[in-house]
Structure formats: C-alpha cells, structure tokens
C-alpha cells in the first residue's frame, strides 16, 4: 500500500516540477543579455569574445583606445551599453550595436553583469 503513495508522490512532483517555467528561477537579467543577443559578443565565463566578457567586468579598470583608464561602476556600464562607442575598450573592434532598451531592461542587465564577479 505504501509504495503506490510514494508513486503518487513522485508522480505529482514530477507533474509540478514540469509545470515550472524555465526562466521562472533564472536572474531575469540573464535572460535579456540573451534574448537581447548581448551574449553573442560578450562571455558570461571570462573568455574575450568580440567584446569583453561579463564575468569579473563590474569594478574592474579597462583602458580605453584613448589611453585613459576607468574603473567600471554603474554610470560606466548605462553609458556603455546606451552609447556603445562613447567609450571604446582598447583592442576590442568598436561594433558593438546602440540596442533598444527600456530603463527596466538596462537595470535589470546592468544588475546582471554586477553578479558576475
Ligand atoms: C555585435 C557584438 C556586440 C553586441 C550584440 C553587444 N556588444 Fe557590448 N561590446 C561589444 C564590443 C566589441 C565592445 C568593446 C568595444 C566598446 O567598448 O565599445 C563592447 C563593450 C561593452 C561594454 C563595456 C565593456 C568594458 O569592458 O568596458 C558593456 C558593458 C557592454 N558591451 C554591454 C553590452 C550589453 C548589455 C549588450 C546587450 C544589450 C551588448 N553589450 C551587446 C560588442 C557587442
């Protein structure tokens, strides 16, 4: 008797468990940098790609093609992501796309790439 209330169980688990949306859990960040096709350029894993990975990027220092350095806080990133060539990292190819994003959608992002230490 007991095991068949263990398969009940486990079967409305598995029901409730499939019922939970994907992104339900995930950074709602995470999602935009990918539905925005901000992770097409840009690493979450350190790697460079054809623009300067995500991860450890908040408070870092980044050389910009004028020779002048700035440490990357919260203005740095909003005038980064809002006017991409504004300031252009040093090695990297200027070609990064301005793409339209509301102010709810660049907050949500900028705290994203803040949690990528
Ligand atoms: C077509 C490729 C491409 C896409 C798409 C793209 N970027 Fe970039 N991004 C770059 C490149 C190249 C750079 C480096 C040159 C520069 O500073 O403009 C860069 C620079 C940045 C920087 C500054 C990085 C640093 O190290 O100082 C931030 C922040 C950034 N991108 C965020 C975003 C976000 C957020 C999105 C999505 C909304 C996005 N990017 C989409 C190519 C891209």
Redesign the pocket.
Same mark, same amino acid.
């Given at each position: 008797m007991r095991i068949w209330i263990f398969l009940a169980l486990g079967f409305l688990a598995g029901c409730t468990g499939s019922q939970t949306p994907q992104s339900g859990k995930q950074d709602p960040g995470a999602a935009l940098?990918g539905a +925005?096709? %901000?992770t &097409? %350029?840009?690493s979450l894993n350190g790697q460079p790609g #054809?623009? $300067?990975s995500f991860k450890g @990027?908040y408070g +870092?220092q980044?050389t910009l093609t004028d020779g002048t350095t700035v440490i #990357?806080d919260d203005a !740095? @990133?909003t005038e980064?992501?809002k006017t991409? *060539?504004a +300031? #252009? #990292?040093r090695g !990297?190819? $200027? &070609?990064? $796309?301005a *793409?339209p *994003?509301t102010d709810e959608e660049l907050a949500g @992002?900028i705290t994203f790439?803040k949690s990528l230490k």
């Open positions: 940098a +925005k096709g %901000c &097409a %350029c840009h #054809v623009g $300067p @990027l +870092k980044e #990357v !740095y @990133l980064s992501i991409p *060539l +300031k #252009v #990292v !990297y190819t $200027p &070609a990064m $796309p *793409l *994003l @992002l790439i």
